[in-house]
């Protein structure tokens, strides 16, 4: 697979995509925002354009939203290997989640596809993907952020 490039103006910066629908993973995104205190991460849903476009060039399925998708320094990440490498950026105790690599991947997926599976009726779904407030507008990408 060829490296997925970024615009100019995403310089070192990573890209989340996550379910736009989902209460747990659009929760999950504002706790990010929270706790990323150097600016390092970007955020799309998984049903965006900007998220299909790269969905597409890496070969994973449209409308699968089960997972959580980290592109950084052009790699793709997903599932579990995703979650721990942005754990590992965020600030306070929460980045030394990120030892938890030395899980073999297939056990750290086992669980993140259990949650997966699970979270709507858990914790519920929108009925349109999650809209910024004007305070974190500039923290969601758009598809102007990636290189054509």
Request: with cysteine.
């Amino acid at each position: 697979m060829k490296p997925v490039k970024m615009t100019k103006g995403a310089d070192n910066k990573s890209l989340i995509l996550f379910d736009g629908v989902c209460v747990l993973c659009s929760n999950v995104v504002r706790f990010i925002i929270r706790h990323d205190k150097n600016d390092h991460f970007r955020f799309a849903a998984l049903q965006s354009r900007c998220a299909g476009k790269i969905l597409a060039d890496e070969k994973i399925p449209p409308g699968n939203f089960d997972t959580v998708v980290l592109v950084e320094n052009g790699k793709v990440y997903q599932r579990s290997a995703a979650v721990l490498r942005i754990a590992g950026k965020l600030s306070g105790g929460w980045s030394l989640l990120r030892f938890f690599i030395i899980i073999p991947a297939t056990v750290r997926d086992f669980f993140y596809k259990f949650v997966a599976k699970k979270r709507y009726r858990w914790f519920g779904k929108y009925n349109q993907c999650m809209i910024p407030d004007s305070n974190i507008a500039s923290k969601f990408a758009d598809q102007s952020f990636l290189d054509n």
